[in-house]
């Protein structure tokens, strides 16, 4: 087997991600029709999992990294929380305080509405989420411990900060990567999507470049996403981008930048696309992606067929 590993690090990037393994997950169903499925390799995106009495789980072997606020219901783990609850009940340490108590408590996330094709009623990228994914995949990123500015995560800069301060020791290469990593039996590479600019394109730089030091001859495919169109881009957002994609030239084998493409309508004259509405522009973005996913599961390609032919110019 060769397998793959993929990061997906910001919100424009996971809303491209959930996009695609919800047709990677539809492809690999379809598969499993022995009527009309085509072989597939689906430990090249996925692992494995015994459940017992000749029944198997497929999983994405993912990691997904977003700010506290971003995951939506998957940030909650409503079961975790009442486990906690349990161990930690709220009067505990009581008897200690003799005053007044006041409880504050984030209101939970619910469910956008995802039945609008349109997407208008999405509000994060886990509503329009089919797929089933390992628990370990969840990183919530936060860097408000490091002061309010870092917290916002808005430049490349801050993002890196955050990466040094917070995930920047040896631990983010350990955990669930490492379970995923080990649990390969011939480690193709990396398929790595990031937003294009902003704190987790500082974050994903930083990050990659220690994948690198740990699997120096790993190939690394890099998808830069973007949520706007590149001329729509602000001073500020050029310039974050143009610094990591300098940064990550020492770290990628291949970078893909990703925007909305300008004359979506000329592009595609049946296809209606809101430039406005990010579920609909993040899901034109993923065929993309998932047009070589497909040359990657059908064993059509490798990782390293793909980055040598995005960089035989």
């Known amino acids: 087997m060769k397998e793959i590993i993929t990061l997906q690090l910001g919100e424009s990037a996971n809303y491209v991600g959930t996009h695609f393994w919800n047709l990677q997950q539809r492809q690999v169903s379809a598969a499993s029709d022995e009527s009309t499925g ?29 700010k506290v606020g971003n995951f939506g219901l998957l940030g909650q783990q409503p079961e975790h929380s009442e486990q906690k609850q349990q161990q930690q009940p709220e009067d505990a340490g009581l008897e200690l305080w003799g005053g007044e108590t006041e409880v504050y408590r984030q209101p939970l996330y619910t469910r956008g509405d995802a039945s609008d094709p349109t997407g208008h009623g999405v509000r994060f990228w886990s509503d329009f989420s089919e797929v089933d994914f390992d628990g370990r995949s969840m990183s919530s ?25 917070e995930n920047g020791r040896s631990e983010v290469l350990e955990g669930a990567f490492r379970v995923f990593a080990e649990a390969c039996d011939q480690l193709q590479g990396f398929q790595v999507l990031a937003d294009a600019c902003g704190g987790f394109a500082g974050f994903g730089a930083a990050l990659m470049g220690k994948i690198r030091d740990e699997y120096p001859k790993a190939g690394i495919l890099l998808y830069s996403v973007g949520d706007s169109r590149a001329r ?18 020492d770290s990628v084998s291949a970078s893909v930048p990703m925007f909305v493409p300008a004359g979506l309508a000329k592009l595609r004259p049946a296809v209606q696309v809101d430039e406005s509405v990010r579920f609909q522009t993040s899901a034109f973005m993923a065929l993309s992606v998932a047009q070589w996913g497909h040359c990657l599961l059908s064993r059509a390609r490798s990782l390293d067929d793909l980055i040598s032919q995005a960089t035989q110019q």
């Open 38 to 66: 085509e072989p597939l390799a689906t430990e090249v995106f996925y692992s494995s999992s015994d459940l017992g009495r000749g029944r198997e789980t497929h999983r994405p072997r993912v990691l997904i990294f977003d």
């Open 141 to 165: 990123v936060s860097g408000v411990e490091f002061g309010n500015s870092l917290g916002e995560m808005m430049t490349f800069q801050e993002g890196s900060d955050v990466f040094a301060g």
């Open 232 to 249: 729509d881009l602000g001073s500020a957002h050029v310039i974050d981008a143009a610094v990591a994609m300098a940064t990550n030239l």
